[in-house]
């Protein structure tokens, strides 16, 4: 009797197993890309720009929780980081000097005073928005953070390109945005179900400033 039952248990998880294998493999079969050229209107290819894509309804599953800026010869690397709401970044100095690390932005206000090496706590950024990082003792230094609300986003390359995979079906807010754009950009609503999106978006931004910096031995920096 009992091995009868056993029997009986282990068909049904069988079962299970198989209905939920089935059903990820409709979602994958489901799921869809979506590659977004980005060119200034003369045609040039633009670099750091953000895709995101913002689902229309549904709760935005977690992505990544952590991510790196380092400072490396008196510059931020990245220039742009995109990360999702509630993501720790570790700010770790390459650099054999101080840095002074800093926002204003409303998005999230802090600091990291003078400090060599790896800071012990990595910064939470937890609210949506766009976080512009200074450093007090190059002035020169700038990065930014896009702190956005949904774990579909990435940044164009050199060639101006990005590709966002693994996005379930779906209706999502496109959203484009620049740190040095000349203006804002529309959101553009679209639809997605399986295969790939080819999206062509135009994007005029101003060139980055090329600021010399000053000779390493000067003024202790
Ligand atoms: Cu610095």
């Excluded at 068909?11 to 200034?40: G, H, Q, Y």
């Excluded at 926002?103 to 949506?128: C, H, W």
């Amino acid at each position: 009797m009992a091995d009868r039952a056993g029997h009986q248990t282990g068909r049904l998880t069988l079962r299970l197993i198989l209905a939920a294998l089935v059903l990820a493999l409709a979602c994958a079969a489901d799921a869809a890309s979506v590659t977004v050229r980005v060119r200034t209107p003369a045609g040039t290819p633009v670099e750091d720009a953000a895709v995101v894509l913002d689902a229309v309804s549904g709760v935005p599953p977690k992505s990544r929780r952590r991510a790196t800026i380092e400072q490396r010869n008196r510059d931020f690397v990245p220039y742009l980081s995109i990360v999702q709401k509630g993501t720790a970044i570790d700010f770790p100095n390459r650099d054999p000097f101080k840095h002074h690390v800093y926002s204003f932005s409303p998005a999230k206000v802090f600091e990291i005073k003078l400090y060599a090496g790896k800071p012990a706590n990595p910064v939470v950024f937890d609210e949506t928005g766009v976080v512009a990082l200074g450093c007090n003792i190059h002035d020169w230094m700038e990065a930014y953070v896009l702190v956005v609300d949904t774990p579909w986003f990435a940044k164009t390359g050199a060639d101006g390109v990005v590709r966002i995979d693994r996005v379930p079906a779906g209706a999502y807010r496109l959203r484009l945005w620049h740190p040095r754009q000349k203006a804002a950009v529309a959101d553009i609503g679209i639809e997605l179900r399986g295969a790939t999106r080819h999206i062509d978006l135009a994007l005029d931004v101003a060139p980055r400033a090329i600021v010399a910096k000053p000779p390493l031995d000067v003024g202790g920096y």
